[in-house]
């Protein structure tokens, strides 16, 4: 059985002791569990502080994004050795609002997933569609598109690393999350994408997590569909209580 893996992206927030003191709130109160992750990806100028509130518990570090060469003149970017460096084990790649706010094709992701490999840092590899592309019926292959453009070119090695969220922009930020059957379709069909691509071995390992308004009080019925195997969280990981809530039914789930 795939494990369930529970991330917060912090996005643009906290200020450097907010941020260290939701990472040790956190920390304090996840226990060690084989089949289950907890990561927290706060801003790049607070990964230090928060690397050390979190040193020596079962939280790990991300990142929220990477530069796609891992050293030079790139005036203002952060390279995956830089992250390794800090302690990332994880690194947000794609991220919505990456793609729509900051204009990130699918090129370049693709080359920051390389990036992130070439390192060992396992990329949180975004994927989803536009509300317009929803109500077009476009979901699936606007999903497909982005992760074969994501996947182009990764020996089966490489793409057995990969970390998937599936999260529909429609949903990031909004209260409103896809149903647990909306996300089940999607996640099924980004399955059979990796099965089709590679095989059914790797296509059954791959985590997928679900993101998009994704809170304690939506988090058991989401985690619940056979191939939600956790959650991507942005504005819920910012309050411990309510992060460690979506984290304690990950493990009901689990223990089911
Ligand atoms: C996200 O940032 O990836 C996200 C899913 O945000 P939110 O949980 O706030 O919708």
Not at 135 to 157: N, R, Y
Not at 166 to 185: L, S
Request: hydrophobic share 45%; glycine share 10%; net charge negative.
């Amino acid at each position: 059985m795939r494990p369930k893996f529970i991330a917060g992206n912090w996005k643009m927030n906290t200020t450097r002791v907010e941020a260290a003191q939701l990472a040790s709130a956190v920390a304090s109160r996840v226990a060690e569990h084989d089949r289950l992750t907890v990561a927290v990806c706060p801003p790049f100028p607070y990964l230090e502080a928060v690397g050390n509130a979190i040193e020596g518990s079962k939280v790990a570090l991300g990142a929220q994004n990477l530069y796609s060469e891992p050293s030079g003149a790139y005036t203002g970017e952060v390279s995956g050795p830089m992250l390794v460096d800090l302690g990332c084990r994880f690194c947000i790649v794609g991220h919505s609002e990456r793609r729509h706010i900051l204009g990130e094709t699918d090129a370049i992701i693709h080359r920051k997933i390389k990036a992130a490999l070439a390192v060992g840092l396992i990329p949180i590899v975004c994927v989803g569609e536009l509300l317009p592309e929803r109500d077009a019926g476009q979901t699936m292959d606007v999903v497909a598109s982005q992760l074969s453009s994501a996947i182009a070119g990764l020996s089966e090695a490489e793409a057995g690393q990969l970390v998937l969220a599936y999260e529909p922009v429609w949903a990031i930020g909004t209260g409103r999350n896809a149903t647990p059957e909306q996300a089940e379709e999607v996640h099924s069909h980004i399955r059979k994408i990796l099965a089709d691509r590679y095989n059914a071995i790797l296509a059954g390992k791959t985590v997928i997590q679900y993101g998009g308004s994704v809170k304690a009080a939506n988090a058991d019925s989401l985690l619940l569909q056979p191939n939600v195997d956790g959650a991507l969280v942005g504005g819920a990981s910012l309050q411990a209580d309510e992060f460690l809530a979506i984290v304690a039914a990950g493990l009901r789930v689990i223990n089911r």
